[in-house]
């Protein structure tokens, strides 16, 4: 870019074609990085994504009329202006890039180390950190008043769950203050993808959260498809379709489940996980798979569905459906249920917003968003579908968006089903080649973004990949509080956060 | 809530098509397994799962064992809150660097006599993980492992015959009692 007068953010995202994902790419300088900052802080942006690729720091933004920038600003010295300060839900993604790279965000308000917990032998290379000498001393935030308690918990949970740290505050039963602290699960992703082929990657990418493999999967081939011009045929993109509303439709029946197991009703706990079994078996005969794992690849998908399979979806919709209603009716004239779930953990709309909170967390909160409709992509670009959103933001609205959302699904499914025509499930010629690529994909528990570098040999250079879970996590620690300590694991039920994606 | 439950009575035991390739392969499992387990253990086998850092996908088929098609639960096998209560720690996930300490002190802090089960590809040999800076290496190069289930993830019936495999005794003698 000319060194001519510094642009305005909303000239930055406008300005230029965008490439053919979508993202208008731009070099910025620091002040107008800090402007974008400010932009987002101001509502002007959502900020998407934020990451570390080379010498580069690069924030992915949206705007209000979900036009997609990605703005990238050389960091001379190794650090750049930092985007917390100005606009916090930056907060946790800048101290996880520099553990990760070492590039630091100057004026980073928290200096706290977050995925590096001071135990990984080897940091490629990296000064020691504070985390590092110091690993036993993490500092929590401090908390004083009189009669206060502490509760920590984890990162071992008593149940099934994956693995985290929660620092409750307590004032008798009610919570105080909850800080979480994460990055146990975190396995490597960005440095074992770089240098890997395509095909390599994306088993690594789509295990980064099992239970949103399809998304991730799907997020990492249109990336990767933009980056090289790939043409996916069109049975293959309704495939696409029909795989990932079945994920969805599955974790949001046992969520569904869950939460009311959460308040004791363990007959609709029973009947969601027996229709999700059924989900999950019908997975398996009509695409090989009970989760659906590597059925998503780079230029198509790796599973065709014959006549039989397309009887066997109708029908397990159908049972599902029934089935389903019948107990989403329980709940709704269930006085004792919705005792425990209506105004309980209440996130306000305004912060919903702020962090650009994806999927039921943020729709529950009245963000009206849904990476499907607002940043078209097939097969939903050519679909009728509905966005749920609920205003109140408690427990019982992110439940009841779930419900709706299993709805949509069906009826999108259905649709899916009768626009199969016959033809391949794979590009032909699909050699990557060197380019860069972005995709948003709509995963249960909301938006996740992707974006992938290829070298000249068509191999990742880099790949970076942000869960909904970023912008989500956060906001449990406000919903909590002054919440009873026995409704944790409610509220914690309802968003249903990712570790794993999240600590990549 | 009533007519729910009155429905459930009416339809009897929830089951589901028997895998293709078996048919009668879940009950003959679980049948055993339930046999095994009693002889060995009394009544029941308590475990405790521990998520050292997989992706999830483990703990989506574990719990599935607790749905009512497999319903683990009815053979005494059950699923408990805290390592003191366990006989079994079932451990899913390339160990990650973060989570080594952790699943060491819940190992030690489970009493004896004890079994790891370990549960995945990724806690076999860490799966597509493998090689990952940030991972320890598979659940054996933290503790000793006693049965090894394989799948990306295993499903609930394979999941269910490794349980199977390790009250079983993987050599056919009495199953070791694991000493560290």
């Known amino acids: ?504 | 809530m009533y007519k729910l439950l009155f429905q459930a009575l009416l339809e009897g035991t929830a089951v589901t098509d028997p895998p293709a390739d078996s048919p009668d392969m879940l009950a003959e499992a679980a049948r055993a397994l339930a046999e095994r387990a009693r002889r060995r253990l009394g009544r029941s086998l308590a475990i405790r799962e521990v998520d050292a850092g997989s992706c999830n996908g483990c703990e989506l088929e574990i719990h599935a064992l607790n749905n009512p098609v497999y319903d683990v639960e009815r053979f005494g096998l059950k699923f408990v809150a805290s390592p003191r209560h366990a006989d079994v720690l079932l451990v899913t996930g390339p160990v990650t660097w973060n989570m080594k300490e952790a699943l060491e002190r819940t190992y030690a802090a489970t009493s004896e006599p004890k079994w790891v089960a370990a549960a995945g590809d990724c806690a076999m040999n860490c799966g597509v993980f493998a090689g990952s800076p940030a991972c320890v290496g598979p659940v054996s190069a933290v503790i000793p492992v006693d049965v090894h289930i394989p799948g990306c993830p295993p499903p609930p019936l394979e999941l269910l015959r490794g349980l199977l495999t390790l009250v079983d005794g993987t050599t056919g003698e009495p199953i070791r009692k694991t000493s560290r």
């Open chain 1, 1 to 504: 870019m000319s060194a001519s007068a510094m642009r305005e953010p909303s000239e930055i995202a406008s300005n230029g074609a965008p490439d053919r994902d979508g993202f208008v790419r731009t070099e910025v300088t620091a002040e107008e990085w800090n402007g974008l900052a400010y932009a987002c802080a101001e509502g002007q942006y959502d900020l998407t994504a934020l990451w570390i690729d080379g010498d580069r720091a690069r924030m992915a933004l949206l705007s209000r009329n979900h036009g997609r920038a990605i703005a990238s600003l050389r960091c001379d010295g190794g650090h750049y202006p930092s985007v917390g300060r100005i606009h916090p839900p930056a907060i946790r993604l800048e101290r996880a890039m520099r553990d990760l790279y070492g590039t630091i965000p100057i004026g980073l308000p928290d200096e706290r180390p977050w995925l590096d917990h001071g135990v990984w032998p080897a940091r490629r290379g990296l000064e020691p950190t504070a985390a590092m000498e110091d690993k036993q001393k993490y500092r929590f935030l401090p908390v004083e008043g009189e009669g206060l308690h502490q509760i920590p918990v984890g990162p071992v949970h008593a149940g099934i769950i994956e693995p985290g740290h929660f620092r409750f505050t307590a004032n008798g039963e009610t919570v105080v203050r909850l800080e979480e602290r994460l990055g146990y699960a975190h396995k490597g992703i960005e440095a074992l993808c770089a240098g890997r082929s395509v095909e390599e990657a994306a088993r690594i990418v789509g295990r980064i959260s099992g239970d949103s493999t399809i998304a991730y999967a799907f997020a990492f081939a249109r990336a990767v498809e933009a980056a090289c011009g790939i043409e996916v045929p069109a049975r293959a993109q309704i495939l696409r379709g029909i795989l990932a509303e079945l994920e969805r439709i599955s974790h949001h029946i046992n969520d569904f489940g869950a939460i009311c197991n959460d308040v004791s009703a363990a007959a609709i706990h029973a009947s969601c996980t027996l229709l999700r079994e059924r989900l999950l078996q019908a997975a398996e005969r009509c695409f090989g798979h009970r989760m659906m794992m590597d059925r998503i690849l780079p230029g198509g998908v790796a599973a065709d569905l014959g006549e039989d399979g397309i009887g066997r979806l109708r029908q397990v919709l159908s049972d599902c459906e029934r089935s389903f209603e019948m107990v989403v009716r329980i709940y709704d004239e269930s006085p004792s249920i919705q005792d425990r779930t209506v105004t309980t953990g209440i996130l306000r709309a305004e912060l919903a917003r702020q962090f650009a909170a994806g999927g039921h967390v943020g729709r529950a909160s009245g963000r009206d968003f849904d990476s499907r409709r607002d940043t078209p992509y097939s097969p939903y670009d050519a679909l009728e579908f509905e966005v749920p959103v609920r205003p109140q933001g408690d427990v019982d609205a992110r439940a009841r968006i779930r419900v709706e959302e299993v709805r949509q699904s069906m009826a999108i499914i259905r649709q899916l089903l009768g626009r199969l025509e016959p033809g391949p499930v794979r590009a032909t010629s699909s050699t990557p080649a060197a380019g860069e690529g972005a995709a948003l994909a709509e995963a249960f528990r909301g938006d996740v973004f992707i974006t992938v570098r290829l070298d000249e040999a068509g191999r990742v250079a880099h790949c970076h990949a942000r869960d909904a879970s970023w912008f989500q996590w956060p906001l449990l620690e406000v919903a909590i509080e002054g919440n009873i300590v026995a409704d944790f694991p409610l509220c914690n039920k309802s968003f249903n956060c990712s570790y794993s994606g999240h600590d990549i």
